[in-house]
Every structure is written in structure tokens, then in C-alpha cells.
């Protein structure tokens, strides 16, 4: 049997809302009206189904799509429309039909009653945890449409540092894979016609040379038993990868590897830093604030920074002495943090602080593309002319030979 969510309002002009269940719309106004309240909106709940709101939160709904359903929410909250009739008009312009399934869903729980930070957190692959938390903290103070705001500004410097992450990587990746399909290439296809080449001379080769021709036909000898091992060292890479214990070891190497390390501790950090402060400037607690920058650094070791200051501070320990002896903060950092700390200015020393590491971390990704360029030239060009060098050894061997 269908459900319908209704808006009613009763003689005293008090209006309330709901979700009920009925053979159609005419038995739920029936419903309705027999109370002796006026029927105000009515509409069958496009979520009823359990099965159908499972398969919308499956449904694809990417990071832009969220920042732009609280962009859009906090316009309406700000300009005085409520809560459900924003959700409404947002879910029914939303495009992307998981957006629009989770929305509509998320206002029929409001309607009928559920916290909207309630009824966010069914849907914690669309919804972050931080996201939650504020919104809870915004129910509490009354300050729904600034924090709405302030969540939407935060996911977008969030999402403009992985892009600046992402691109600093695509092109040493891409530099690389150029070079090692040029070195299989020339392996391949290329040294084979020198080997024939120098096989009819019956010349004793140079040891570079013979040792790069034994790889060439090693590879064309042996390559359906590299395949399988290479397929075999991926998968078992992936699965090793997707365990706790490969997480760990992936998040050790980034924060730990040279020239790029450097970024990824910025970035970390630099997240870190903005979802602290987006929390204390919301009024969650210290507790849950760190808790939830454990959950969002990104990062197992920074998460692990995170947690036990927060066990420390529970302790009643002072939060910039143990920052002080952790490796993966800077001094600076945490001086900065001491004296917003000590004036009772811990929120905007902070968001001063997020700002600081964020410009810091632009710096790095330039400095860090303008280190790889050079470096990615120098390694291909020893690479492919090393090749080329023991190739042309017998030539200059052989010129050398006549010229005397």
C-alpha cells in the first residue's frame, strides 16, 4: 500500500506534517480531513519502497553534487523558507537521479519528524560525517543557514586540494609510462634487428650491448611467463593494497617519499587544520571536533595524531603541549595553535592556521611539479640514450679498430 506525506494545518492556523498510509490519495485526504484539519500538500512518498531507497543510495552522486545541494540549501534556509519546502524544491530540480532520490527521501524524514542531521546520516557515503555533526550543531543554535554555507565552502577548498594533488601527479605519471613504453618499444621491436645485425659479424660484442640484447630476447622468449607474472604481482598488489595493512604501508610511503612527501604532509595537515576549525567555529566540542578530524584526515597517521590528542586532552592534558611532541606537526603550527589556545581565540587562530597550511601546500605542488620536470627528463633521457649508447658500442668499436 502507497504512503503519502501530507502537510495540514488545523483551525488554530498550526500547521504539522507527516507521512501516512493509504490505498490513494483520495483516502488519505479522507484521513485527514476527518480530524477536522485542512489538507494543505499532499503527495505520495516517491521513496516508499525500502528496496528503492536502498538502490538510491547506491547511485552514483559525486562531491560537486553535494556542494551544490548546500550551496543551494543555505540560500533558501537564509532567505526564510523552511527546511522541508527547500529540500522539496531542491530534490525536484536536482538532475542526477541518486540526488534527487536521497533529497527527496532526506525531506520526507523531516516532514514526518526525523532531525534533518538525523536523516542526513542514513546516507553516510553522500553525507560526511562532518557534514552531520554541523548540521546537529547548527539544530542546537539555530544558525542552520551560515553553517550550511560554511559546510559548502569547506568541501570546496577541499575538493580544489585534491585537484591540485591529482594534477601535480598526472604528469610524472604520465612521463613515466611515456618512458617505459618507449624503453619495451625499443627492447621489442628494435634490438632485435641489431642482434641479427651483429650476429652475422661473428665480433665479440661489448658487455653493455650483450647484456641489453640478452633482455631483448629474454623478453621475446619469455614473454606470455612475464605477462602472467606481472598480472599476478598487480592483483596480488591491489589485494595486498585494499587491506588494512596495505592502507598503512601506502599512507607510511606517501608521507615518507622524497620530493612528493613533502605535499602529501602538507595536504594532510592542511586538511586536518580546516576541519578542525570548521568544527570549533560551529561550536561542536573539542572531543568531537578531533574525532572528527581523525575520521577525515585521510591519513592513518595523522588520523592516529588526532585520536590520541583526543584521549589526552580527555585526560586534561594541554592540547598544544602534545602537539609539541608529535614529528608530523610543525613547530609553527603548533605555536600558532598555542597562543589562539592561551587568548580564548582557539576558532580563529585556527581558520588562520587552515589558510596558512593551504597556501603552503599551493607552494609545494608548484615547487614540487617545477623539481619533477627536470628530474623525469634526466631519467629518460639515461634511460633511451643508454640504450641508444650500447647499441652503437660495436659501430664505434669496430670504427675505432680501422682507424688504426
Known amino acids: 500500500m502507497p504512503r503519502f506525506a501530507y502537510q495540514v494545518r488545523d483551525g488554530s492556523g498550526k500547521t504539522d506534517s507527516g507521512v501516512l498510509t493509504a490505498a490513494d490519495a483520495s483516502e488519505a485526504s479522507r484521513i485527514l480531513r476527518k480530524d477536522g484539519k485542512a489538507v494543505v500538500a499532499l503527495r505520495e512518498d516517491v521513496i516508499a519502497d525500502p528496496m528503492q531507497a536502498a538502490m538510491s ?3 552514483k552522486i559525486n562531491r560537486d553534487d553535494v556542494i551544490f545541494f548546500a550551496t543551494q540549501l543555505a540560500v533558501m534556509v537564509d532567505t526564510g523558507v523552511p527546511l522541508a519546502d527547500a529540500l522539496d524544491a531542491i ?3 536536482a538532475e542526477n537521479p541518486g540526488m534527487k532520490a536521497v533529497v527527496q527521501d532526506v525531506s520526507q524524514q523531516v516532514k514526518a519528524g526525523v532531525e534533518f542531521s538525523a536523516a542526513l546520516e542514513k546516507y553516510p557515503k553522500v553525507f560526511s560525517k562532518l557534514f552531520a555533526a554541523m548540521m546537529k550543531a547548527s539544530e542546537a543554535s539555530g544558525t542552520m543557514g551560515s553553517m550550511l554555507q560554511r559546510v559548502s565552502e569547506y568541501m570546496e ?6 585537484k591540485r594533488i591529482k594534477g601535480a601527479m598526472t604528469y610524472p605519471v604520465c612521463m ?3 618512458c617505459i613504453l618507449v624503453v619495451v618499444a625499443l627492447l621489442v621491436f628494435v634490438l632485435p634487428r641489431f642482434e641479427n645485425i651483429y650476429a652475422g659479424k661473428g665480433a665479440t660484442l661489448p658487455l653493455p650491448t650483450r647484456m641489453l640484447l640478452g633482455i631483448s630476447s629474454g623478453i621475446l622468449s619469455y614473454w606470455p611467463v612475464i605477462l602472467v607474472v606481472l598480472a599476478g604481482a598487480g592483483v ?7 587491506r588494512p595493512e596495505g592502507k598503512i604501508f601506502m599512507d607510511r610511503l606517501r608521507i615518507n617519499m622524497p620530493v612528493m612527501g613533502g605535499m602529501y604532509r602538507k595536504a594532510y595537515l592542511s586538511r586536518s587544520l580546516r576541519t578542525m576549525a570548521t568544527m570549533i567555529s560551529a561550536g561542536v566540542s573539542m572531543l568531537e571536533g578531533l574525532a572528527i578530524t581523525a575520521q577525515v584526515a585521510g591519513n592513518y597517521f595523522y588520523a592516529k595524531v588526532w585520536t590520541g590528542l583526543a584521549e589526552r586532552v580527555r585526560e586534561g592534558a594541554a592540547m598544544t603541549d602534545e602537539l609539541m611532541k608529535c614529528r608530523l606537526i610543525p613547530r609553527t603550527v603548533t605555536q600558532m595553535i ?4 592561551r587568548t580564548g581565540k582557539l576558532a580563529t587562530v585556527m581558520n588562520r592556521v587552515a589558510v596558512f597550511c593551504e597556501d603552503d601546500l599551493r607552494v609545494a605542488v608548484k615547487t614540487m611539479t617545477q623539481m619533477i620536470e627536470p628530474i623525469m627528463i634526466i631519467v ?4 633511451i640514450g643508454g640504450i641508444a649508447i650500447a ?3 660495436p659501430i664505434l668499436s669496430v670504427s675505432k679498430v680501422m682507424a688504426h
Open 391 to 393: 647499441l652503437l658500442l
Open 91 to 93: 530534490g525536484d530540480q
Open 176 to 178: 613515466l609510462s611515456f
Open 57 to 59: 543510495r547506491n547511485k
Open 380 to 383: 629518460m633521457g639515461l634511460l
Open 236 to 242: 596480488g598488489g591491489y589485494l595486498y593494497l585494499r
Open 157 to 162: 577548498q577541499e575538493r580544489d586540494t585534491r
Open 338 to 341: 598555542g597562543a589562539g589556545e
